[in-house]
């Protein structure tokens, strides 16, 4: 069985799968678990926005919740003042994607360095996390929406299909609505990935100086791969927006930055599947470990209950013994398997019997 073989197979699998989880999950599921798996679709979409970005296009962006929180702040003030959700959705994926392709110019055309870029990108976020912290007093509003400072701004209206505000989404419906745009993303990635486009961008990761004396403007590529991920995440941030009908500034935090960067290290960078995967069990530990909190005051207790302690120890333990990821590692070992089972003759004899047979 060759490679594109097993990538078709992989494909049908991954859609099979995903149609199945996407029909039969409310049917099955109580409802409060329905609105659990929501969030796991959506921050899926923001795991996939940095492995198009970090993954392929080997550019390590430390600021991506920067676009996840602008698409949730553009929705939320943007419905506040229309009313009506098909421009705000627009507009929440829109503005990521110019303030990326901005910020992205002055950053590959500038001949930024990969450290001094993530040290860009991660500013740029705490820039954006003090300037929305900082909005609390009632003159910081645009129109008729407040900003709410370190508040929020709560009791966002929910989308609504298109030309009707009074038929709005309700839970169920953002189950199906993130989980769809969740199989959407991935197969339109894979999609991209596999033209002449995602051809390129790989080629500039792996040599940017050889893809250059080709022909091709690597700073053209790159900041191409920084918009389309700019975009994605701001799409990200407008679903979690109406998930949870309230947006505040720590979206924009440091722990929101850290945690999309593990969950690609820990799913697997270079893969699509890997950080979809590094995401919803990261996030199931996470609210485990909420939920379960262990009785008692012993030292050890505490220290089960600190779930930055156990991030901290997963991601230690991840990078030191399994630096490809989790879906690479098991991808490697099933392929070592395959190999040795297709090396071995008919009918389990060992090669000297199956020569002498």
């Known amino acids: 069985m060759n490679d594109r073989t097993l990538n078709h197979l992989g494909l049908a699998l991954v859609g099979i799968v995903g149609v199945a989880f996407l029909v039969l999950t409310p049917r099955l599921a109580e409802l409060d678990v329905v609105l659990e798996l929501t969030i796991y679709m959506i921050m899926a979409i923001l795991a996939l926005s940095l492995a198009l970005i970090w993954g392929y296009g080997g ?9 996840f929180g602008l698409g949730a702040y553009t929705y939320a003030i943007a419905m506040f003042n229309i009313g009506e959700s098909t421009i705000p959705l627009l507009l929440a994926v829109a503005l990521p994607a110019v303030f990326a392709a901005l910020l992205g110019y002055f950053m590959f055309y500038g001949r930024i360095s990969d450290v001094y870029l993530g040290v860009i990108t991660l500013t ?48 169920e419906g953002m189950f199906y609505l993130a989980t769809g745009a969740l199989l959407a993303t991935y197969f339109g990635l894979r999609w991209l990935l596999a033209s002449r486009f995602g051809r390129i961008i790989v080629g500039i990761r792996e040599n940017e100086r ?24 701001g799409f ?24 999309i960067i593990i969950w690609v290290i820990v799913g697997g960078r270079g893969t699509l599947i890997g950080p979809i995967v590094g995401c919803v069990g990261i996030q199931w530990l996470t609210t485990a ?19 930055p302690f156990i991030f901290g120890i997963i991601l230690i333990a991840f990078v030191l013994l399994v630096p490809k990821g989790l879906v ?10 395959l190999r040795i089972r297709t090396r071995r003759p008919a009918g389990g004899l060992k090669p000297k019997q199956a020569e002498e047979a």
């Open 236 to 259: 990200a941030g407008c679903l979690f927006a109406n998930w949870g009908a309230f947006v505040s500034p720590t979206i924009f935090g440091l722990a929101q930055s850290a945690q």
């Open 124 to 171: 740029v976020t705490l820039i954006l996390f003090n300037s929305v912290n900082s909005t609390a007093g009632p003159e910081f509003r645009i129109g008729a929406a407040r900003l709410g400072g370190f508040n929020g701004i709560p009791g966002i209206p929910p989308l609504n299909i298109p030309g009707n505000k009074a038929w709005v989404v309700d839970l």
């Open 210 to 233: 050889r893809a250059e004396l080709l022909g091709y403007d690597p700073r053209a590529y790159k900041l191409a791969t920084f918009t389309i991920g700019g975009a994605l995440a």
């Open 59 to 67: 550019i390590l962006c430390f600021g991506q919740s920067a676009f």
């Open 289 to 307: 470990l909420g939920a379960n909190q262990p009785s008692g005051s012993n030292w050890w207790t505490k220290l089960l209950a600190n779930a």
């Open 328 to 337: 690479p590692t098991l991808g490697d070992w099933g392929q070592a398997l």
